[in-house]
């Protein structure tokens, strides 16, 4: 069974930092690429960020609102995935999902999501 | 970027009725790359269609994707307990966006 873990949510103050993290089970982790998607408090989605497996690049991909601030990265001897988040504002508030990318339904800039975590509550807030 | 506006906002159906969702983006969706998902209270979203009618995994067939350029649709035919939930389109032809969500309720 596929199964996507994130942990290191948490209640932080503007312009402080944070790491996600996100543990992949059932399946092979390195051949999949991963992306985070986030959900503020009643709102709807929001793409954040994507990272490719090794054998496309592992290029990377970051929505404007977080580029420059947050940092995706994977370790597949691990199976985990995550995101680096500095300098971090209220509206980074939001539960932060992982997902699964499966490269065979991707476009060249992106993907689809085909598994989801539980997903991990940020809070910025003073 | 390009904005997915989506409609109707609420939709109020009966278990056994059909719900016909719009997704309209503010510019062409290259190569149809469009999904669909939908998302349960308090559970994480699940993707239904990837590819505009690309079925994903254990996706009854009640449910089909259609639609090209900039309109798009998702169809629920014979509504279930199961499928009251918001549903989600995103374009993931350029930097990925979504649809603010359309929420199929019981009416």
């Known amino acids: 069974e596929v199964q996507l873990v994130e942990s290191g949510g948490d209640l932080v103050q503007p312009g402080r930092s944070l790491r996600l993290s996100c543990t992949a089970s059932?399946?092979?982790?390195?051949?999949?690429?991963m992306s985070w998607v986030r959900q503020a408090p009643g709102k709807g989605l929001e793409w954040v960020s994507f990272?490719?497996?090794?054998?496309?690049?592992?290029?990377?991909e970051y929505a404007a609102s977080v580029k420059g601030r947050f940092t995706i990265s994977r370790d597949d001897s691990k199976s985990i995935g995550y995101l680096q988040m500095n300098s971090l504002k209220t509206e980074d508030t939001a539960v932060y999902y992982c997902?699964?990318?499966?490269?065979?339904?991707?476009?060249?800039?992106?993907?689809?999501?085909?598994?989801w975590g539980q997903g991990t509550l940020v809070t910025v807030s003073s | 970027e390009i904005v997915l506006t989506q409609s109707p906002g609420t939709l109020s159906l009966s278990p056994g009725e059909s719900a016909t969702l719009s997704c309209r983006a503010s510019?062409?969706?290259?190569?149809?790359?469009l999904a669909w998902y939908q998302q349960k209270p308090g559970q994480a979203p699940r993707l239904l269609f990837y590819?505009?009618?690309s079925r994903a995994t254990g996706i009854p067939d009640r449910f089909s994707g259609s639609g090209s350029g900039t309109d798009f649709t998702l169809t629920i035919s014979r509504l279930e307990p199961e499928d009251f939930a918001v549903y989600y389109c995103?374009?993931?032809?350029?930097?990925?966006?979504f649809g603010q969500g359309t929420k199929v309720e019981i009416k």
């Open positions: 995103q374009q993931y032809g350029t930097s990925p966006t």
């Open positions: 997902t699964r990318d499966p490269h065979p339904y991707c476009s060249n800039i992106n993907c689809p999501h085909d598994s």
């Open positions: 590819g505009v009618s």
């Open positions: 510019q062409t969706v290259s190569s149809s790359y």
């Open positions: 990272i490719r497996s090794k054998r496309y690049g592992e290029n990377t």
């Open positions: 059932g399946f092979r982790f390195g051949d999949y690429g």
